[in-house]
């Protein structure tokens, strides 16, 4: 049973340019979420997808955005880089429904920005 | 605003003692669940342990426990017998319910050492 995958690891990009991060939900869940996690910091939520649709937002500035696709899998995507968004990004699944289940999270992608 | 606090950065034990690390939260709901993530060098949060509000028995998983108190708001996790592979950062996670979704809320970690 496969758990959930994050591409690229790593990646080192330049400001102003534009990245776009996968993730693939573990079997069987249906909820998306992306987390931001500065050095040292804990994860800070970004964003949520249910349905193929954007449920929740954290506060992150419109260059945060992202997508669900029919297959539950999911893509983050920032635009106009800046220093500041060098962090680990991380995605997790769940189940919609069940307060008890818990997110099961990625390895992370490991984003640089030079 | 609903918040989860961790007050111990760092925090150090001795192989096979035992450690406790703190964590409170805020909320206004009644009935939630609240979970403590491990995170090793390796970056995967793992699931630690679970806890729902609701009941009054503190969870266990083997070596690891908590002391739940409601009132208090307080969400401590007990390392029983330490490990090396203890070492991590550990993390307290509330599951806020907003606008029909669970969006989680992560303290900012204490970071554990285990010492051989």
């Known amino acids: 049973d496969a758990g959930v995958t994050q591409s690229p690891t790593h990646l080192i990009k330049t400001r102003g340019q534009q990245v776009t991060l996968r993730c693939s939900p573990k079997?069987?869940?249906?909820?998306v979420s992306w987390y931001q996690q500065a050095l040292g910091q804990g994860p800070q939520f970004i964003f949520q997808?249910?349905?193929?649709?954007?449920?929740q937002r954290g506060n992150f500035p419109d260059r945060f955005s992202g997508h669900q696709f029919p297959n539950y899998s999911s893509e983050l995507n920032v635009n106009a880089l800046l220093l500041g968004d060098s962090a680990l990004y991380l995605c997790?699944?769940?189940?919609?429904?069940?307060?008890?289940?818990?997110?099961?999270f990625g390895d992370g992608t490991r984003l640089s920005i030079l | 605003a609903q918040t989860v606090t961790q007050s111990q950065p760092e925090m150090s034990v001795q192989e096979a003692e035992t450690v406790t690390l703190s964590c409170t939260y805020d909320t206004s709901e009644s009935d939630y669940y609240l979970f403590w993530y491990k995170q090793p060098p390796s970056r995967q949060m793992i699931l630690v342990i679970r806890q729902e509000a609701y009941k009054q028995q503190n969870a266990t998983e083997n070596r690891f426990s908590v002391n739940f108190q409601k009132a208090a708001k307080s969400f401590s996790l007990k390392i029983s017998d330490s490990q090396l592979g203890d070492a991590a950062m550990y993390f307290c996670a509330f599951p806020r319910w907003v606008s029909g979704t669970y969006k989680y809320i992560f303290g900012t970690g204490t970071r554990l050492k285990v010492l051989a």
């Open positions: 997790a699944s769940s189940l919609r429904t069940g307060l008890n289940q818990p997110q099961h």
């Open positions: 997808y249910y349905e193929e649709e954007e449920r």
């Open positions: 079997s069987g869940h249906d909820t």
